[in-house]
């Protein structure tokens, strides 16, 4: 089965740094990468997503880079802010008839004012 | 909001009782899958439900068990608990066709399960 490895476990940034998390997948059928962000006590919320036909994909502060060689792919977070600190998770499935994401271990990323 | 709706929100049972636990997926979806996430660790796949029927199951025992009904909510039930079992319990709802593209999955709140 899919197997996800996530880096860092956890991350200290000061505001306005940016932050990048990776992650790699094992299985080269997998064509959708998920991220999630959970603050605590609170449900996994998607924030970007990417589809293996594309290799960057970009909403406001937060971009997804992937490389289907490597099989890996990365979560960008540029001008940090306070609020941003959470539990992120990447994810990676195979898509077609049946959605079933293999997660990653999560990063905690802590930001700093 | 994503419209899952999980209950109950906690629950306390005692090593060896059983449990159930129901989730109402968003509307428009059809498929819901539930995972056990561990304090500090990612979500890990129990297993999902498509047209009332298992679609998959992750590395998880058979006391694990669950329904889809007809209005495409779900049961999840856990017999001879364990005290390795207390965890959050999500579910995650979605829409899949056969042979197509899904959309992607939206969470519950979860249900946080404790056995003592």
């Known amino acids: 089965g899919e197997n996800v490895e996530q880096h860092p476990s956890t991350l200290s940034v000061q505001e306005g740094d940016s932050a990048v998390i990776k992650c790699t997948y094992s299985d080269s059928a997998s064509n959708y990468f998920p991220w999630y962000k959970q603050e605590l006590g609170k449900r996994p919320q998607l924030i970007i997503d990417i589809r293996s036909n594309v290799g960057e994909k970009k909403d406001q502060r937060i971009a997804v880079t992937l490389n289907k060689t490597a099989k890996h792919f990365s979560l960008h977070i540029t001008e940090t802010q306070p609020e941003d600190s959470a539990v992120y998770f990447c994810a990676a499935s195979m898509g077609g008839g049946s959605y079933i994401p293999t997660f990653g271990r999560g990063t905690s990323l802590i930001v700093h004012p | 909001e994503t419209g899952v709706t999980q209950s109950p929100t906690h629950l306390i049972k005692t090593r060896g009782q059983q449990v159930t636990l129901r989730c109402s997926s968003q509307?428009?979806?059809?498929?819901v899958s539930w995972y056990q996430q561990a304090l500090g660790q990612g979500p890990q796949f129990i297993f999902q439900?498509?047209?009332?029927?298992?679609?998959g199951r992750g590395n998880f025992p058979p006391r694990f068990s669950g329904l889809q009904f007809p209005n495409y909510s779900s049961e999840l039930n856990v017999n001879a608990l364990e005290l390795d079992d207390s965890a959050l319990y999500l579910c995650?709802?979605?829409?899949?066709?056969?042979?197509?593209?899904?959309?992607?999955?939206?969470f519950g709140q979860g249900t946080r399960l404790t056995v003592v």
């Open positions: 995650a709802s979605s829409w899949s066709l056969e042979g197509a593209r899904n959309t992607e999955a939206f």
């Open positions: 439900y498509y047209r009332e029927e298992e679609n």
């Open positions: 509307s428009g979806h059809n498929t």
